[in-house]
């Protein structure tokens, strides 16, 4: 995938920002999230003030101690008090309303994401994306990466860096105008002579701090500007490394059978290397520009009393004078230097910006329906010029008109990859590329030949995904034995990884299990007894064929051998197409 950050100006970054941070202050909460954001600002608006009273402080303190004026010191000790105290309940107001304000903000972000990113299939065809042809002429978004790291970890850096940093530009915008009035005031006139003419530059060290300001931003940019797409980077190799190692985990028990721990190891060795060397770079990058910001940091501490030295040692400011000089000059610069101090973090939250946009974008992209695909309720199953493609958009099949009646079994067969699921996926209204009309009963499942298990309780692995509270325990323990699994019927309760402790025979079991329970009257069952024994095989069918006819529905199987013949009435065989036509299979009905 291209990295949208070498592109990306930084105009069009706010902007990315701006449409992602807007939603939500305009959302349901709205009234909520613009008076914690108002209570954050106005805070901060308070800090400016305290650091304000403390540089009016500092004149008199330090007045007082060079007069060994000891009223006034112990009276400006009590004021200390006072303004301290005050700073301390601002700060402690404004983190618990700034840390309030991000997680409702990244809560509610998450929930609209996650309600996105599942509704309409768009997590599916996301998936789908990597492998679809984009047509000529078109643009379609990059598919974007770990969708889980986008959703849980860039989330959290976004709102975190969105509000901290806005904050402190906006910290830094309004101590600049409050304290350059004051720099110019404290500052006085520079007096000198150029070509013969006496010369007299009113507040200089105003003009100073932007200019020595301002050759900082330059230079930080420059040398920090590789920090946007390495940060980019070291977070798609971070969640490419987590991904594996979650696939590992996950199919451990294949890996420990084929003896695959080598190229395991081997495979996340190498997105283990990726995320060092780009670490690497990463650090060495920042090296640069940590180099740089401390020595500016360490030469702004010294350089107002370089500026303001001759004037106090000429008599014409006083000690308390010059310490409020050197402070008001250090905010100013810091004002100034926000970018510089803060350009690090600034990369990250670009970096992260630029992924929940492009993630952003794709789930708009595949949200849509599916176009000239059209599935609709009916009593019997069928199709109108189908037409089903594979996401490289081959087509596989063309015009196909296929039609089931209640009290039909029909076994779909062909040769491997030649589109027998992806059928099945047209007739489940999932396959987005597909056209045609498919008109199918809505009291219908679908047995995949890998059924998905959830963890949790035994009881709602078998009524997923419905809610487990609409079945009585003595149906659950009847479906179970009826799919011949009695020893799990006393399990219900029990909570486990099923996925991992379950073998693929006791899996399809329980996906016919939830069948049996549920009584859906139509069942399309994709080689849902592959890994079964002839006789458990056998068993299943009798049952399964006995519910759709009792229910007047019809069942349609997919199955390579010819075990299950005998308990279906027709045929339909994938063929390659002889005719020159662009799809690749026809479907003869027997």
Request: net charge neutral.
């Amino acid at each position: 995938m291209s990295d949208p950050t070498r592109s990306a100006s930084f105009l069009d970054t706010l902007r990315r920002i701006g449409r992602l941070a807007a939603p939500y202050f305009r959302s349901e909460e709205k009234w909520k999230a613009r008076a914690l954001l108002l209570g954050v600002v106005a805070l901060n608006l308070c800090t400016v003030y305290v650091t304000v009273l403390l540089n009016d402080w500092s004149r008199v303190f330090y007045d007082a101690l060079q007069a060994k004026n000891q009223p006034v010191f112990w009276t400006q000790l009590l004021h200390f008090t006072y303004i301290a105290m005050a700073g301390i309940l601002v700060a402690v107001f404004k983190f618990y309303l700034t840390q309030l304000l991000q997680v409702r903000w990244r809560a509610w972000m998450t929930r609209s994401y996650l309600s996105r990113w599942l509704e309409n299939r768009t997590f599916y065809r996301l998936e789908l994306a990597r492998y679809a042809q984009t047509p000529t002429g078109t643009t379609q978004p990059a598919n974007p990466d770990n969708p889980d790291q986008r959703i849980q970890e860039d989330m959290q850096l976004f709102t975190d860096y969105t509000v901290t940093l806005s904050m402190g530009i906006l910290n830094s915008v309004v101590t600049l105008v409050t304290f350059i009035g004051i720099l110019w005031g404290l500052s006085g006139p520079l007096a000198f002579s150029l070509g013969g003419h006496d010369i007299s530059l009113p507040g200089y060290m105003v003009w100073v701090a932007l200019v020595y300001c301002a050759a900082g931003t330059a230079i930080t940019h420059y040398v920090g500007r590789p920090l946007i797409g390495l940060n980019f980077r070291q977070q798609r190799f971070e969640a490419d490394f987590r991904h594996h190692l979650v696939r590992v985990r996950e199919h451990s028990e294949a890996i420990a059978l084929d003896r695959g721990e080598t190229v395991e190891h081997r495979q996340l060795d190498v997105r283990f290397s990726s995320v060092l060397r780009n670490y690497i770079a990463l650090i060495k990058q920042q090296k640069n520009l940590v180099a740089f910001t401390a020595s500016f940091g360490q030469l702004s501490v010294v350089f107002p009393f370089f500026l303001a030295a001759p004037r106090f040692f000429s008599g014409a400011i006083q000690f308390g004078e010059l310490m409020q000089i050197s402070r008001t000059f250090g905010t100013v610069q810091e004002a100034l230097s926000w970018f510089v101090d803060n350009y690090d973090r600034v990369a990250v939250w670009r970096a992260t910006a630029d992924r929940l946009t492009t993630f952003d974008d794709a789930m708009r992209a595949h949200a849509q329906t599916d176009g000239t695909f059209q599935r609709q309720d009916a009593d019997r199953l069928h199709t109108e010029n189908l037409d089903v493609a594979l996401p490289t958009g081959a087509a596989l099949l063309s015009h196909a008109a296929l039609s089931v009646h209640p009290g039909d079994t029909v076994l779909l067969q062909g040769p491997s990859g030649s589109g027998k699921s992806t059928l099945f996926r047209a007739f489940a209204g999932i396959w987005p590329f597909a056209q045609g009309t498919v008109d199918v009963p809505s009291d219908t499942m679908f047995i995949p030949q890998r059924p998905y298990v959830p963890d949790g309780t035994l009881r709602n692995a078998l009524t997923y995904p419905n809610d487990a509270t609409g079945y009585d325990d003595d149906a659950l323990r009847q479906a179970l034995n009826d799919a011949l699994l009695p020893e799990m019927a006393t399990r219900l309760d029990d909570s486990d990884a099923w996925s991992q402790k379950l073998s693929g025979g006791e899996q399809q079991r329980l996906a016919i299990a939830r069948v049996l329970l549920k009584k859906p009257a139509w069942v399309f069952a994709d080689e849902a007894t592959s890994a079964l024994d002839e006789a458990a095989e056998a068993t299943l069918y009798r049952r399964l064929v006995a519910q759709v006819k009792e229910g007047g529905g019809a069942l349609v199987s997919i199955a390579h051998g010819t075990t299950l013949g005998a308990f279906h009435d027709k045929r339909w065989t994938l063929v390659p197409s002889t005719d020159g036509a662009a799809a690749r299979y026809t479907v003869a009905s027997t």
